[in-house]
């Protein structure tokens, strides 16, 4: 059975080596604006539905053509008034349907990364030569329209096949959002190349508070600044990385957009410990600079387990 699917080794928080960003900091901040494009009848995926309800779901594609129209402009406005830039996680589909919002994006230096061609578009059930054509497809359309060479990647929808992760390194990916295990970056285990698990949190992922948690705006503001506030304080041992995770279609709303501008002023106002970067400058970092010492202290402890992701093991 597979008891483990062996993608990076297991690592305790406390007594690792430690790690200083840029500048002295203590903890570096991303933000990841989830620009995405649902269809409205998109092709049938046996392993799951493409909206909750039957197709077409009018309610719940111009919910989220709303945030392309209006929200992800309100939200990019208030961006701007903090002198903070976005990481896109991008459905490459939207350079066709929007492009007006890649060129804001794109001339405010924005990063951009792959979120899949659509968000309603699974991985599951693709053979390589599928996946392969997607990952190609995000590298050559986000660099033609924007002049940069992605180098993070985030599942659309967050579905995966056994072999995405080795894709991605052998495609000179930097990092990869579609794991959770840990609040620093850490090395996964890959074929080939170094392939980063960067921090991307689901619980203070709006689509989570909004969404599953029905969380009143004010509360979300709260969970932000205490979530904040903890790393903080542990980066001063080793430095921490937070991300938030944002859907204009949900935070950009005219009554939460107030609350989240609440969060922000907390996080900016404590600047002189925080790296305010992109996630593929934070990557950058860690792998020229921390993955090697990374990998020296699991391998010291006696951690590293050895093999690629996806190992498969006897009962």
């Not at 709303?253 to 992109?278: K, M």
């Amino acid at each position: 059975m597979r008891a483990d699917p062996n993608l990076y080794d297991y690592w305790p928080y406390r007594n690792r080596p430690k790690i200083v960003w840029p500048g002295g900091k203590k903890l570096a901040f991303w933000i990841a604006p989830n620009i995405e494009f649902y269809e409205f009848d998109p092709p049938k995926n046996p392993s799951r539905p493409g909206w909750p309800k039957p197709s077409p779901d009018v309610v719940g594609y111009s919910q989220r053509d709303w945030g392309n129209r209006v929200g992800h402009w309100r939200l990019m406005e208030l961006m701007d008034r903090f002198g903070l830039r976005g990481s896109i996680s991008l459905s490459t589909a939207l350079i066709d349907h929007h492009p007006e919002i890649i060129e804001a994006c794109a001339k405010r230096n924005w990063e951009f990364f792959s979120h899949g061609i659509y968000n309603t578009r699974y991985s599951y059930g693709m053979d390589e030569a599928q996946e392969r054509a997607i990952i190609e497809d995000s590298i050559r359309s986000i660099q033609s329209a924007t002049g940069q060479r992605i180098r993070g990647y985030l599942a659309p929808a967050l579905t995966h096949t056994e072999r995405t992760f080795d894709l991605l390194a052998e495609y000179d990916f930097w990092y990869t959002c579609d794991l959770f295990q840990d609040d620093q970056p850490q090395p996964l285990k890959t074929k080939s190349g170094r392939l980063v698990s960067m921090p991307y949190s689901l619980e203070v992922n709006d689509v989570i508070t909004y969404g599953a948690l029905a969380m009143d705006p004010w509360r979300y503001a709260e969970v932000l600044k205490r979530h904040f506030d903890q790393l903080l304080e542990e980066g001063d041992r080793s430095g921490t990385v937070m991300c938030i995770p944002l859907h204009a279609y949900l935070v950009g709303q005219p009554h939460r957009i107030r609350a989240f501008e609440d969060a922000l002023t907390h996080i900016v106002d404590h600047g002189s410990d925080v790296w305010f970067a992109t996630a593929a400058e934070i990557a950058q970092v860690y792998r020229e600079q921390y993955w090697d010492q990374t990998v020296a202290d699991i391998e010291a402890r006696g951690l590293a387990t050895g093999g690629t992701g996806f190992e498969l093991t006897e009962d």
